[in-house]
């Protein structure tokens, strides 16, 4: 089984502290994906990587950077965190290849006050 | 981004019920995923179809992939308590790896 796994399930952190999200997948997996999820607009994909050191930006990069120096491990920044970044985060990993189909973990759920 | 348009976007269903629900595109997918996310957790993935007329079952669950390419339905038979939570379609087109998803569908047990 696919396993992702994610830093925290719960953070608390306030305005314009720098927030780090990471996520751990087991599978050798070649891309991974970082989503936010609000109620209401579904999840939007922020930003994806398909190889080590590898990034691009998805449909609501603004606020956030990513790194990956490890295949299994993507990181998501939010440099200055604001209010309006409080969502539920998760994180998605993926073979690559023809294979579309992304494993989810848990979440985070953000709260910045 | 885009969107698929996922209906219905909720339904109350009896316990023993079969439930439909189905997603749409404007543009043609060469994959249809479906997903379940129950409250607090992230997505699971449910079925994946990845040719055009395909119908894959996963349980009391079934999938099809529309022959036009631009849609998709899941079928739940014999409803059960557990089955409440959200359903998600996801699609892929020609694009990266981005998938495109549609808005869910909650699913509610009534009293």
């Known amino acids: 089984d696919v396993k992702v796994t994610q830093s925290s399930r719960y953070l608390v952190k306030r305005t314009g502290e720098k927030v780090f999200l990471e996520c751990v997948q087991d599978?050798?997996?070649?891309?991974m994906f970082w989503y936010r999820q609000d109620p209401g607009l579904g999840l939007r994909l922020i930003y994806f990587s398909y190889d080590v050191k590898m990034k691009e930006k998805g449909d609501i990069p603004e606020g956030y950077s990513v790194s990956r120096e490890k295949k299994e491990r993507f990181s998501l920044i939010l440099e200055s965190a604001s209010t309006n970044q409080t969502s539920m985060y998760l994180c998605?990993?993926?073979?690559?290849?023809?294979?579309?189909?992304?494993?989810f973990g848990p979440g985070t759920r953000l709260t910045v006050t | 981004g885009q969107q698929l348009n996922q209906s219905p976007q909720s339904m109350f269903i009896q316990e023993g019920e079969d439930v439909s629900m189905n997603c749409t595109s404007s543009?043609?997918?060469?994959?249809w995923l479906w997903y379940k996310q129950d409250p607090g957790e992230g997505p699971v993935l449910l079925i994946a179809?990845?040719?055009a007329g395909e119908l894959t079952s996963n349980g009391r669950l079934t999938a099809q992939f529309g022959i036009t390419r631009k849609d998709s339905f899941l079928n739940i038979s014999a409803s059960i308590p557990s089955d409440v939570g959200i359903y998600f379609c996801?699609?892929?087109?020609?694009?990266?790896?981005?998938?495109?998803w549609g808005a869910g569908t909650k699913l509610i047990i009534k009293p």
């Open positions: 599978m050798d997996h070649e891309n």
């Open positions: 996801a699609g892929h087109g020609d694009s990266n790896y981005q998938l495109i």
């Open positions: 543009s043609i997918f060469n994959t």
């Open positions: 998605a990993s993926g073979a690559g290849g023809i294979i579309y189909e992304q494993y």
């Open positions: 179809l990845y040719k």
